[in-house]
């Protein structure tokens, strides 16, 4: 078991930048891939970023790609999500997830932990 709890969300300009923390509890967070996930109200929920255990590889959605990084700090049990030149569309609810297969994966389905979640508003 592990759980996950999200900070960092608030509102903010277009043009902004906020940093997203998820800190892990329970079990060290290097036994994980973590994922960034976010839901817009009356949306699915959808694939932000993720991030093999190591670090060492990333993945991203085309709709972020260039604008967010996902990191991750093992010592520190917590992984980030920088994001920079916010749209209005960025705002959602964001999530960080969490699964111990071995591949990065963009499928919801194939995370087994999830954090309740931080809003970010983005305001035009």
């Known amino acids: 078991q592990v759980q996950l709890v999200e900070s960092g969300g608030g509102l903010v300009q277009a043009g902004g930048s906020l940093r997203l923390s998820c800190a892990a509890s329970g079990r060290t967070l290097s036994a994980f891939v973590m994922g960034w996930f976010r839901q817009a109200p009356g949306k699915e929920r959808e694939f932000v970023a ?29 992984v980030y999500l920088q994001m ?10 964001y999530y960080c997830a969490a699964h111990t297969k071995l591949i990065i994966t963009s499928r919801t389905s194939a995370y087994d932990y999830w954090g309740q979640g931080t809003q970010v508003t983005v305001s035009s």
């Open 84 to 93: 920079n030149s916010l749209k209005p569309e960025d705002t959602a609810n």
């Open 50 to 78: 993720a991030i093999s255990r190591s670090g060492s590889t990333t993945s991203y959605s085309d709709s972020v790609k260039g604008r967010f990084t996902i990191s991750r700090d093992n010592a520190k049990n917590t």
